[in-house]
């Protein structure tokens, strides 16, 4: 396997489900995102890990929970969501250095996540 | 606030050329990148400008005017295969990325 892969591709889930989100990237980078991509909207920073650990968290509610067990892999847990959060979500990685941020992003293909 | 601005949608035709404009308003600036995304695939880099001038990279091209805040993205000889959303980022002084809600390219036979 290359590059960034998210799995599953597609999650259907009632509102009192648990689920998790996974992520792994093959590339050797020391960052990862979890992004929340909805129709005809910017892309939205959820979470950020660095170094493995969380350094951005964009008042994400509670209902979304990050673990980044290693530099290589990561979790979006969800527990009791609503209808407005289904969407792609989009988990990247990246090489990034001090003072200068993220450069490249590599994105997955996404999760598409549908709330009933 | 911060905030990037690019066309919902165009349409262009085969074997044409097409521009995508993206013009931004951000707390500094430390660098524009353009990404692909083809319709229920991963968004890919296509490219990165942190000065002003142009930048080309085969069919593609992506210019820069920071005194302007606006940068293009320019397609060359289009092919049915770059029908795909076109997504404009901007590194700001917190070297956070600020996005725009990306264009959706059509190209028509």
């Known amino acids: 396997e290359t590059g960034v892969t998210q799995t599953p591709r597609h999650l259907v889930m009632g509102m009192t489900n648990k689920k998790s989100l996974k992520c792994e990237q093959h590339l050797g980078h020391n960052a990862m995102y979890w992004y929340k991509q909805s129709a005809k909207k910017p892309l939205e920073l959820m979470f950020v890990y660095n170094f493995k650990e969380q350094t951005e968290n964009n008042s994400v509610p509670s209902r979304f929970s990050p673990e980044c067990p290693n530099s290589s892999h990561l979790f979006l847990h969800l527990h009791t969501l609503q209808p407005e959060d289904s969407a792609l979500y989009l988990c990247?990685?990246?090489?990034?250095?001090?003072?200068?941020?993220?450069?490249?992003?590599?994105f997955g293909a996404g999760s598409r996540l549908t709330v009933l | 606030g911060q905030n990037i601005d690019q066309p919902t949608e165009m349409t262009a035709t085969e074997g044409a050329i097409v521009q995508i404009n993206c013009t931004y308003q951000?707390?500094?600036?430390?660098?524009l990148f353009w990404y692909q995304q083809h319709a229920g695939e991963a968004p890919t880099f296509l490219s990165y400008?942190?000065l002003d001038g142009l930048e080309e990279k085969g069919r593609f091209s992506s210019f820069l005017s920071r005194s302007k805040g606006y940068s293009y993205l320019l397609l060359k000889e289009l092919q049915m295969k770059d029908s795909a959303s076109y997504l404009c980022?901007?590194?700001?002084?917190?070297?956070?990325?600020?996005w725009g809600a990306g264009t959706k390219l059509i190209i028509k036979p």
């Open positions: 990247a990685s990246s090489q990034e250095e001090e003072g200068s941020g993220a450069n490249v992003l590599t």
């Open positions: 400008n942190v």
């Open positions: 980022a901007v590194k700001d002084s917190n070297y956070q990325l600020i």
């Open positions: 951000t707390s500094g600036f430390n660098g």
